[in-house]
């Protein structure tokens, strides 16, 4: 029997809903930081074994900025 679970996930910023407070760099720095403008940026290409502490960032997001997909 094929495995059909999803295992891949997508990581995006809304920078236009981005409030550049850093909760997200400051709760999993080793996914987030801030550019240039102090906007939130994904780093490091996420996988499917990092979405618990991702779906964390997201609900901690005051502005919620973190949209996370699973592929």
Known sequence: MKDTTKKE???QIDRSLCSSCGMC???TPEF???DGDLIS???N????RDLPILE???QNCP??????TKL
Do not use: G
Request: without cysteine; positive net charge.
């Open 25 to 27: 760099v400051t709760t």
């Open 63 to 68: 502005s919620e900025a973190i949209k996370i």
């Open 9 to 11: 996930i997508k990581v």
């Open 32 to 34: 987030f930081e801030l």
């Open 56 to 58: 964390e960032a997201a």
């Open 41 to 43: 940026r994904v780093k």
């Open 45 to 48: 290409n996420p996988t499917f």
